[in-house]
């Protein structure tokens, strides 16, 4: 059994699509080896627990630049050298700068970079901090994208390093909608909205989700009610757009949902939309989350992995990013359009069983895992730069 060390920037129970594919692939990895997450943390302090047989140490940040957490104690405590295999998820700018200097004076174990988006609207960060992420990605012995487009569109990426696709992935048993649930559905939402049309967002509230796009679509849709979950940094500002734009009677923000509570949002909805505006988006796991529970889905057209799961015309209707107008064009046709909202959504779904499992997504990464740490056993003379 090796023991593997996984740097990510948050961990669950922190929600967001980066953190969780971190514990995804952390608590299947575990299944067969000894793995240790280290992260910051999203409260005060410290900690160390035990989280679906993998041990979480996350540390304190003591402050914020751009977003991005930094702690003068991350790697307190964690001996470089005990670990036969070191996953990283970038951008992390803070943990890889400081890995990179922490190596200098340990045991180079064989490392795995997993790059979910590049660095986009932080000039002075991303200036500062994409050497080191590239000389890192040059370092690794694979780094992992989720989708060929991302390779292909990314900016940050280098030419010269290895590269291995696997798509983000869901864990279908986690959005099963029982009859009861349903019930409660179909209650909860003639409370909100009685008979009008009802479409939805559910994400963190960040400047590259479009919800500002949204919200202007929402205008061009008269009689339209919308449920908006999750919250963060852009959530007043969306808010008091829909006021300023006379929609906010018909605009329910929800704040923070937990897993029921979105699984209820998501199977209330006759349109799912993910109006998502730069490359930032890099897949989308809500958009996934959403075929699962039966939604069609109304997303943007960006060149990213975004248009593995929304494909135009099969498993959903694609708008240009940043239009308004199309956005609530498409809309406006899975609204009333019911055949082909069923069709998207059949497709959808089956789309997302076929292509994006959790079982055989993880189990491909455990597979690059385990071929990296053979390399490096193989070739123990071998150094990496």
């Not at 986690?174 to 909205?193: D, F, G, I, K, T």
């Not at 500002?237 to 949902?257: K, W, Y």
């Not at 960006?302 to 064009?329: C, Y």
């Not at 959808?348 to 740490?373: C, D, P, Q």
């Amino acid at each position: 059994m090796a023991r593997i060390l996984i740097i990510g920037k948050y961990y669950y129970p922190f929600c967001g699509g980066i953190e969780e594919n971190t514990r995804q692939i952390a608590e299947y990895v575990a299944r067969f080896h000894d793995v240790t997450v280290l992260a910051f943390n999203h409260e005060q302090g410290h900690s160390e627990r035990k989280i679906g047989g993998v041990t979480v140490r996350r540390r304190h940040a003591h402050f914020h630049y751009k977003g991005q957490p930094i702690s003068m104690n991350l790697f307190s405590g964690i001996d470089l050298n005990a670990y036969d295999l070191i996953q990283v998820h970038s951008p992390n700018p803070f943990a890889t700068t400081l890995l990179l200097f922490l190596r200098l004076f340990a045991r180079k174990a064989p490392i795995i970079v997993t790059h979910h988006m590049d660095i986009i609207g932080r000039r002075l960060a991303r200036a500062v901090s994409l050497p080191f992420i590239r000389h890192l990605i040059r370092a690794a012995r694979v780094t992992i994208v989720s989708s060929q487009k991302n390779l292909h569109s990314s900016n940050d990426l280098p030419a010269d390093a290895a590269y291995e696709i696997v798509p983000l992935a869901v864990a279908e048993e986690n959005y099963e909608v029982s009859p009861a649930l349903r019930e409660e559905v179909l209650v909860w939402r003639q409370s909100l909205c009685g008979d009008a049309p009802l479409v939805g967002f559910v994400g963190r509230h960040v400047r590259y989700k479009g919800l500002t796009v949204l919200m202007k679509a929402l205008a061009e849709l008269p009689g339209v009610h919308a449920l908006i979950g999750g919250d963060g940094p852009c959530r007043q500002s969306t808010e008091s757009l829909a006021r300023q734009l006379g929609i906010s009677d018909r605009v329910h923000f929800l704040g923070h949902v937990d897993h029921r509570e979105k699984i209820r949002l998501l199977a209330a909805l006759d349109v799912f939309v993910f109006p998502s505006t730069e490359i930032t988006e890099a897949f989308g796991i809500s958009q996934m989350e959403a075929m699962l529970c039966g939604a069609p889905v109304v997303a943007s057209n960006l060149p990213t992995g975004v248009t593995d799961v929304a494909i135009d015309g099969h498993t959903a209707l694609l708008a240009p990013p940043n239009d308004s107008i199309s956005l609530a064009e498409k809309i406006r046709k899975l609204i009333e359009d019911r055949s082909l909202a069923a069709r998207l959504a059949e497709a959808g779904r089956m789309h997302v069983l076929s292509n994006m499992g959790y079982v055989a997504t993880s189990g491909k990464a455990l597979a690059i895992f385990e071929a990296a740490m053979q390399s490096a056993t193989a070739r123990p003379d071998a150094t990496q730069s």
